[in-house]
Structures are given as structure tokens and as C-alpha cells.
């Protein structure tokens, strides 16, 4: 079974910088793309980047590829997401997914997702 | 970006047929695919590539479109699919989702 168990969401104030972590199981981590997306409380889904296998190439969204970094540890099955300089607009729900075993990467849907972790920025 | 528009909401009886729209700023090939995300949960994929069911969704759910202009429908509607239905295209970078849908049941 795939599991996806985000962490590290919190309050933090603006300017600060937090790391999340995704620790992934039930699928051969270092096999896939993985990815961020996150939601704002009643908004709408965004992609926020994406690494690929080996952690040698990220991409991200072009708002976000400035704050933003994307590392992984396949020894340890973990997706990380560092924050920097946040501000009240990154206020939202994280989410990791890997993608899609039968796609393509650079075209790929999300088939599992974990629970996400809630990251509020306020002072 | 490729903007994906959707409608805000819509409202359906149990039992009646439902289409949810979603219209790309540009051309997205057939890399269009749907989610449902019900309250407090994470999204749940039902179609991708415009037409192809996800693993495990009924087939009730079905997908169609090309160009600009998908379609995700739900036939019989029931209770359990009050959620809201968000389109995601992955042709263009930086992969978008539309607003999303809220959909409600009478």
C-alpha cells in the first residue's frame, strides 16, 4: 500500500523559513518524480515544483522558484520542501505525490496523495 | 500559465446527470485529468488523460473533451459525490488546476 506522511507544518511568522518532509512507503521511492502541491484554507490546488529521481533536476512554478527548494534522501524515503522568507499567502496545506507509475514525468498525473501538513504564516 | 476555468458550483438531485466543465487558456492536448476532493481530505484522481478511469472509480464518472474544452460527468449521481471537482492540465509548464467545482447535492 502507498503512504504518504507529510510533516513539519506549524505556525511561523513572515520572513521565517520552515522544512517539511514527506516519508514515503509501499512504492520504490527512488523511482519517481516526486512533487509538492498545496492548497490555501477553501482555495484551490497549486503545484508548487517537482525533483526528479537522483535530486539532480527540480522545476518549480515560476512565483515560487525564488523561496522555494526541493531536495530528496532516497536512502531514507524522504521528500523534503524548504520554505524561506515565507509570507501570510504561503498559509496552506502541503501535499506530496509522486508521479504517476505508468506516465511519463513531464506529463504526469497524481494518483496518491498523502494527508498533507498545514503551514500557517502569521505574526 | 495555462489558465483552467471552471464553474464555482452546481446543484444536482440524486439520481440525475451531472457535467462539470473545464476550458483551457491554451491548447493542453488530452492531459487533462480530474480530481474530487471531499472535505478535510486530500484529492482523490477519478480521470486522466481526458478519458480514462482511475483505479477503483465507478463508472459513473467518465471523461471527454479536446482542445480547450473537457468535460468530466457523473451519471447516476449520488449522495456520497457532494465534494468539490478540481481539472489539472499537465501538457504545459508549469502544470495548472483549474478553481475547482463545488458540487452539491438537493
Known amino acids: 500500500e502507498v503512504k504518504l506522511v507529510e510533516s513539519g507544518g506549524g505556525l511561523l511568522k513572515p520572513g521565517s523559513s520552515l522544512k517539511l518532509s514527506c516519508v514515503a512507503s509501499?512504492?520504490?521511492?527512488?523511482?519517481?518524480?516526486m512533487h509538492w502541491v498545496r492548497q490555501a484554507p477553501g482555495k484551490g490546488l497549486e503545484w508548487i515544483g517537482e525533483?526528479?529521481?537522483?535530486?539532480?533536476?527540480?522545476n518549480f512554478a515560476p512565483s515560487l522558484k525564488d523561496r522555494f527548494t526541493i531536495s530528496r534522501d532516497n536512502a531514507k524515503n524522504t521528500l523534503y520542501l524548504q520554505m524561506s522568507s515565507v509570507r501570510a499567502d504561503d498559509t496552506a496545506t502541503y501535499f506530496c505525490t509522486p508521479s504517476a507509475p505508468t506516465a511519463k514525468a513531464a506529463i504526469s498525473w497524481f494518483v496518491y496523495w498523502g494527508q498533507g501538513t498545514l503551514v500557517t504564516v502569521s505574526s | 500559465d495555462a489558465v483552467l476555468t471552471q464553474s464555482p458550483a452546481l446543484a444536482v438531485s440524486p439520481g440525475e446527470r451531472v457535467s462539470i466543465s473545464c476550458r483551457a487558456s491554451e491548447g493542453v492536448n488530452s492531459y487533462v485529468h480530474w480530481y474530487q476532493q471531499k472535505a478535510g481530505q486530500q484529492p482523490k484522481l477519478l480521470i486522466y488523460?481526458?478519458?480514462n478511469l482511475a483505479s477503483g472509480v465507478p463508472a459513473r464518472f467518465s471523461g471527454s473533451g479536446s482542445g480547450t474544452d473537457f468535460t468530466l460527468t457523473i451519471d447516476p449521481v449520488e449522495a456520497d459525490d457532494t465534494a468539490t471537482y478540481f481539472c489539472?492540465?499537465?501538457?504545459?509548464?508549469?502544470?495548472?488546476f483549474g478553481g475547482g467545482t463545488k458540487l452539491e447535492l438537493k
Open positions: 525533483i526528479d529521481y537522483d535530486g539532480t533536476e527540480t
Open positions: 488523460k481526458t478519458s
Open positions: 509501499g512504492f520504490t521511492f527512488s523511482n519517481y518524480w
Open positions: 489539472q492540465q499537465t501538457w504545459n509548464d508549469p502544470r495548472t
